[in-house]
Nanobody, 117 residues
Framework: QVQLVESGGGLVQPGGSLSLSCTAS????????MGWYRQAPGNQREWVAR???????RSADSVKGRFTVSRDNAKNTLDLQMNSLKPEDTAVYYC???????????WGQGTQVTVSA
């Protein structure tokens, strides 16, 4: 069974940094587009950043210049380095794996990020 397991969430003060990681198993990781999404209470899940199977990255305007997404195909991991965190970054962060050809889509269980003084 495919598993995506996120780690690295927690409580941080505004202006601080956190690093999230997602480890995938039971998929051919290198073939998948990988992404981070987040969902704050009362809000819909929103896209944060992604890195496709070719290593190209994109990020949402709200996090551009502060968050960096990367992947390591040898370790089957997806990372998100978050700097200059703001209270509005508070959310549950989810890892997503999407196969660009067959449309398979997988989600992790999420990890809580709280930015508060």
């Amino acid at each position: 069974q495919v598993q995506l397991v996120e780690s690295g969430g927690g409580l941080v003060q505004p202006g601080g940094s956190l690093s999230l990681s997602c480890t995938a198993s039971k998929i051919i990781f290198s073939l998948y587009n990988m992404g981070w999404y987040r969902q704050a209470p009362g809000n819909q899940r929103e896209w944060v950043a992604r890195v496709n199977s070719e290593g190209m990255t994109r990020s949402a305007d709200s996090v551009k210049g502060r968050f960096t997404v990367s992947r390591d195909n040898a370790k089957n991991t997806l990372d998100l380095q978050m700097n200059s965190l703001k209270p509005e970054d508070t959310a549950v962060y989810y890892c997503n794996a999407n196969h660009p050809l067959v449309g398979k889509d997988y989600w992790g269980q999420g990890t809580q990020v709280t930015v508060s003084a």
